[in-house]
Structures are given as C-alpha cells and as structure tokens.
C-alpha cells in the first residue's frame, strides 16, 4: 500500500525552518538583552570608579582650602570656607555641584537642579551610610548621575557636597555599539538561516525522492517481486554524504530483503518442524504419565478383585504400585521444575573438594548393590566455586545415578575434578555399552531414551539430563559427554572456579 505525499505544511522541512527561524529569534533576543544588560554594567563600573576619584579630590581640595585659610577641622570651618570651596571644585572641573551643612540646609549651590537636594535618595543614603549616586536613564539617549559625599576630615563629619553630571556621550556610544551588534547579529543570522535552510531543502529533497521509491518498492514487497534499480536510478547512491550512504545502504536491503524472502519459506518449514516436535514432547509426556498409570491401575484392581487371599500377588502389587508412583512423582516434580521459570537463587562459596566427597559417600551404597565402587580423587587442594549447593548436588547424584544403572556391574566408576582456562571440570566416567554417536546429539532432550525398554526397567524418567544440563547452565557452566559404545562413557560438567580460601580470607581482611 503507497503512502500519500506528505503535505509541505506536515514535512520535516516546513518544521526545521519554523525551528531554525525561532531558535534565530531568540539567539538575537538572548544577545540583545545580554548586551544591554552588560553596557548598563559598563557604564556603571565607569561611572562607580570616577566617582571614587571625585571623592578623594574634592576631599583633599576641602582639607587644603581648609589649612590654607587656617579653619579649623569643623563644620563651622566648612561653612566659613565655603566660597573657596567652591571655586577651588569649579576650576577642577566641576562645574555643578551644591554643598550641605550637617543638618541637609544648602550652604551654596549651582542652578535649580539641587532644589530640595537634601529629599534625593543618593543624599539620604550618604546621611545614613556613605557615598553614594543614583543613575537614571532618560529618553534621547540622556543618563544623569547624582552623587552625594559625605565630607569627612581627620574622622569628622563636618558637611556634604552632591555632584551632577551628564553622562550622554558615553551612553549614546554604547547604545551605539548595541545597535551595531544587533545589525551585525541580524545579518549574521540571515545569512546562517539562508544556508541551512538550502542544506536542509537538499538535504530533504533527497529523503522525499528516496520515499517516493519505496512507495513503489512496497507495492510489490508482499509478493517478493521488487527491483532495486528503482533507488538505483535516482543517482542518489553516487553521493559522497550520508545520503549517498542511505541509498547504497538501501540498496543493499533490497538485495538482503530478497535472500530473505527465500529463507523465509526455510524458516516456515522449520517453525512447521518446531511445531511437530512440540506435539511429540507432549505425546511423550503423556506416554510416560501413562505408563506408570497403567500399571498402578491394574495391580490396583487385581488386588481390589483377589483382596487379600491372594498374598503373593498382593506383596507384588504393592510393590509395582509403590515403584511406579515414587517414578511418577519424580516424573512430574522434573518437569515442573524443568519449566518453571526462576531466578538464580543466592549462591555460596562451597568447597566443591568436600561437595563432590560427600556425594560419593551418599551414593557409594547405591554402588555396592550393583557391585560398583566410586573412586574419587581430587587434585590434591580444596577448591571453591559459587553457586547453590543443592542444585550441584542434584547434578553430580544425577549423573552418578546413571553411570550405575547404565554401567556394567561390578565396575568402577571414577569421579574426578580437574582444572582447566579458569573453570573447575567434575568428569563422571564408567564402562557399559556407551552411547551411539547418534544418540549423543540428543539424549539432553527430555524424554529422550537410546534404550527405552532399559531405562523403563530401571525406573529412570528420561528427564534426568535435561533437568542437569538446565541447573548447570543456570550455575553459570556446561555439560558435555564423550562415549565410546563398549568401553567408556564420560560426563564432564565444568563450571567457574572461586576464589581459594586464602585469597578470599585476605580479601574480606
């Protein structure tokens, strides 16, 4: 089914130029108001650090005016002294300026600028505390300063003198310069825009032609019937950007999706084969439940019929009947733990050395009524591996289990341990009449039997290796098999060695 073209108003092309456009926007924003905000900061650094110079002048022109007419360090002095002051501060340059008593009255002042001085922020806060000068910003471009000193002498405080400037020009330079970098930015970011909007016009009209040719290509996809020479024809592929590299990479796809299609009726006949072998696992589970069944059954109702009259058949039956339900329910309780789903459990540091010893002595009395013996030997140190010690245990009795029902009676059967690329290898080797090559791909399977009738005989449930190769691989190892038909046949698990005992005592230290 082909897709209809999508519209400029919905395309990736119309969205990154909405975006580009308002990041655009925004960048002029965020750079103009960083601007201004760092010449207002200029401006009052400059304006802060002439102020510091126009206190210590007019402090050191009070204090000689003051010695030269030999007034003395007060506010009466200041006050006597006042007209001097004030031509002194004028012909430094100075030229408005008005000068207070302690109590805020004008003492002398230049224009009306300094009417009711004494209600001005800058003047209250030079009362209260220090210097100080309030800033303000005019329309035309104007920025007037008012600065207050107080006029302290030899640790006196005997008056003050406000200060007004204009500072104009310097604010109408640098609103100048911010204009300059708004032009500059504006152009800047046109000119960025009218780039990327040209790589991503080219950019995106090669996606919408390569659409366009999938469109046609899936038309036809379903039925496996498709040409490449479709995108081939569009040239994109001769490229040397990452369009180039999606065509040919396309290209490429069309030519895995046809090997594809042809595995997929492979994989249709294998999922058909899965399937079957689905069923007869459970045609296998309920041949083997049957059977058990079967027999209890009958023994049942032969000694429901025959009562107890007849002892020999009921000794007999009760046997059957015991047997066959201690299979039954090992049976059931191998599956559901073949199926179930858990997690690893919490493993332990086990000494496998002493794990293996004490298996061999649980199933060394199984041995002697088969006439076997189990030989163990170690490698002469105790070794360490983590996992559960239950789940081992499982495994290594199973496999010994098996080399006595399966081995020839009377002889022996070798449990050793071995070390080998950093894992820990248990072998579990007796003689018997082995194993068939063809059979060694599948006796891991459950149910599966080289011999049924014989493992039926000896009670076993075919569900015994599954089960060890399942707990093994879940303890992080393996189990492998070797076998010789009429010699040896050998079961080797290998799993991850721990620490040693030293080395795990000085690592805990």
């Not at 035309?140 to 640790?155: A, D, S, W």
């Not at 490449?228 to 592929?237: R, W």
């Not at 006949?269 to 459970?282: A, G, M, P, T, V």
């Not at 496998?352 to 189990?374: C, E, F, H, P």
Request: charged content about 30%; glycine content about 8%; hydrophobic content about 35%.
């Amino acid at each position: 089914m082909c897709r209809r073209e999508t519209r400029f108003a919905s395309s990736i092309l119309f969205w990154m130029s909405l975006w580009v456009l308002g990041l655009g926007i925004g960048g002029i924003l965020l750079i103009t108001g960083f601007v201004r905000i760092q010449m207002r900061h200029n401006i009052e650094k400059n304006i802060t650090e002439e102020m510091e110079k126009v206190r210590d002048n007019s402090l050191l022109y009070v204090h000689q005016i003051l010695l030269l007419n030999d007034a003395v360090v007060e506010e009466e002095g200041f006050r006597q002294c006042i007209r001097a002051v004030e031509e002194q501060i004028k012909s430094a340059g100075y030229r408005e300026a008005a000068y207070y008593d302690l109590d805020g009255n004008l003492l002398k002042g230049s224009g009306s600028r300094f009417d009711g001085g004494n209600e001005r922020e800058d003047f209250k806060q030079a009362v209260e505390r220090d210097s100080t000068f309030t800033l303000s910003y005019k329309g035309n471009g104007q920025c007037e300063v008012y600065f207050t000193m107080p006029v302290e002498l030899m640790e006196k405080r005997i008056g003050y003198i406000s200060y007004y400037f204009d500072y104009q020009k310097m604010y109408q330079r640098e609103w100048d310069t911010l204009e300059q970098t708004i032009g500059i930015t504006v152009l800047t970011f046109v000119f960025i825009c009218a780039v990327i909007w040209v790589i991503l016009y080219r950019t995106i009209y090669a996606v919408r032609v390569l659409s366009r040719a999938t469109s046609q290509i899936s038309a036809h996809l379903k039925d496996g019937e498709f040409e490449s020479t479709v995108v081939e024809n569009l040239g994109l592929h001769h490229r040397k950007d990452e369009i180039g590299e999606l065509s040919g990479n396309f290209i490429g796809l069309l030519g895995v999706a046809k090997e594809q299609f042809a595995k997929i009726q492979e994989d249709k006949d294998r999922i058909l084969k899965l399937l079957s072998s689905r069923q007869e696992f459970y045609n296998n589970v309920t041949h083997e439940l049957k059977t058990p069944l079967t027999t209890i059954s009958g023994y049942a109702q032969l000694m429901e019929k025959n009562g107890l009259s007849d002892t020999e058949l009921f000794l007999k039956g009760t046997e059957h009947i015991l047997r066959e339900s201690n299979r039954l329910h090992r049976m059931v309780v191998q599956l559901l733990e073949m199926q179930e789903e858990k997690s690893p459990g919490v493993k332990s540091r086990l000494d496998l050395t002493k794990l293996l010893g004490n298996v061999a002595d649980t199933m060394q009395i199984k041995a002697k009524r088969q006439g076997s013996k189990i030989m163990f030997k170690g490698i002469g140190e105790n070794v360490f591996v983590d996992g559960q010690e239950d789940k081992l245990r499982q495994i290594f009795i199973n496999l010994i289990d098996n080399a006595i029902k399966y081995g020839e009676p009377k002889a022996v059967i070798r449990l050793e341990i071995a070390k080998g690329n950093g894992a820990l290898e248990v072998s579990v080797a007796n003689k018997g009449q082995g194993i068939k090559a063809d059979d060694l791909e599948n006796i891991f399977e459950p149910f599966y039997r080289a011999d049924k009738e014989l493992s039926r005989e000896l009670g076993s449930t075919g569900l015994g290796l599954s089960l060890s190769r399942k707990i093994a691989r879940e303890q992080g190892g393996e189990i492998r098999v070797k076998s010789t038909p009429g010699e040896e046949t050998v079961f080797t698990v290998s799993l991850p060695e721990a620490e040693s005992e030293v080395g795990h005592e000085r690592k805990e230290r």
